[in-house]
Nanobody, 124 residues
């Protein structure tokens, strides 16, 4: 059983930066893709960034492209999201997901393992 644990986040003023981290603990198998989602009240969960653990190729949603950067540490089974140029529209709970079943990377239904989420709040 894979346990996904996020850390980081917090509060920042618009234009600032924050980092969030995620570790996929307890995995004895290969994790092919890890993805960050976010969700704010009344909105659907949005896939914003993903990274392939082998090769390091990434996907970004248009809403974060050029502002967010995702990286991975294979040995630590961890991924990191560096967020800059934050705006109030980035305020959300950020979730890390693993256990990708294939298909569209940004579809939350394609992931088996989820973290508990970490809050990011950006004030104007």
């Amino acid at each position: 059983q894979v346990e996904v644990v996020e850390s980081g986040g917090g509060s920042v003023q618009a234009g600032g930066s924050l980092n969030v981290s995620c570790v996929a603990a307890g995995s004895s198998g290969h994790i092919n893709l890890m993805t960050w989602f976010r969700q704010s009240p009344g909105k659907e969960r949005e896939g914003i960034a993903a990274i392939y653990t082998v090769g390091g190729d990434t996907h970004y949603a248009d809403s974060v492209k050029g502002r967010f950067t995702m990286a991975r540490d294979i040995g630590k089974k961890s991924v990191y999201l560096t967020m800059s140029g934050l705006t109030p529209e980035d305020t959300a709970t950020y979730y890390c997901a693993a256990g990708f079943r294939g298909g569209i990377w940004s579809d939350p239904s394609k992931y088996k393992n989820w973290g508990q989420g970490t809050q990011v709040t950006v004030s104007a």
